[in-house]
Every structure is written in structure tokens, then in C-alpha cells.
């Protein structure tokens, strides 16, 4: 094989790797978090559409934020209310830090996974590539 088209099958393989890279990220996309201040409380008035598109226990979901904000929330209806103002953003980026640590599959980068217990370890199996990973934190 001539060293001409050698340097073309590789320019086309890297141009499929590319596009198929570009398309990754875009299946997956959390709402705009809807939040409203009353006083010294913060109503996070869409919580519970997130639980459900993460297929997570809400509970769990709760006590991430709840965790990561250092301060006491309790559910109320469709809501979560959370003591001291909180910025949407902060809401956003904690969402987002929660989709990479605990929904993310680590080997294909896919929402599609499940939680698993075995043994008292929490493993996360992907339904996509079937990777399956160990779990850090209780939150998931």
C-alpha cells in the first residue's frame, strides 16, 4: 500500500471517530431547574421531573443536594424546599456533577444505567455497553 492512501483511510477513519464524538452528548439534556424565593427558603418547584428522568430514587437525588448545599430541605408535594436562598445555577451545576458521578456510565459515557446491590456495594451497570462499575457515595 502506497503511503498516499494509506494517509487517506486514516484521514477517514479519524473524520468518522469525529463525528461520532459529536453526537454523544446531545441525547442527553437536563430541564432548566425552575426555582422561586419566599423569605429565607428556596422552592426548587420541578424537583420531582428530575428524579424521574434520571430514574433515581428521589430520596437519594435530595440527599445529594441536600448534602452539597450543607443545608436541611424537605419535600413538599412536587416540590423541595431548602433553607437560605440558593442560586439556580448552583442547582444546575450540583445536577450536573450528579448525572457524572452516579448516572454517567465511566466506559461509554451512557445515561442508560441501572444501580445494583451486591453484598453491601453499590455497583452501576450500564444497559448500553454492559460495563459494570463500582459506585462511591450513597447517593445513588
Known amino acids: 500500500m502506497a503511503k498516499g492512501e494509506y494517509e487517506k483511510l486514516l484521514k477517514k477513519i479519524q473524520d468518522k471517530i469525529s463525528e461520532n464524538k459529536k453526537d454523544t452528548g446531545s441525547r442527553f439534556e437536563l430541564p432548566p431547574v425552575d426555582i422561586m424565593w419566599q423569605g429565607n427558603r428556596t422552592f426548587f418547584r420541578n424537583f420531582a421531573d428530575f428524579p424521574k428522568l434520571l430514574r433515581r430514587d428521589p430520596e437519594k437525588v435530595l440527599q445529594y443536594l441536600s448534602k452539597e448545599f450543607a443545608s ?20 444546575t451545576m450540583l445536577l450536573t456533577r450528579y448525572v457524572k458521578e452516579y448516572l454517567e456510565c465511566p466506559t461509554c459515557k451512557s445515561p442508560d444505567t441501572r444501580v445494583e446491590k451486591s453484598n453491601r456495594l453499590t455497583f452501576l451497570v450500564c444497559e448500553a455497553c454492559g460495563a459494570k462499575s463500582s459506585l462511591k457515595g450513597p447517593y445513588a
Open 72 to 91: 436541611p430541605v424537605q419535600v413538599a408535594g412536587d416540590k423541595a424546599v431548602f433553607v437560605g436562598k440558593k442560586d439556580p445555577h448552583d442547582f
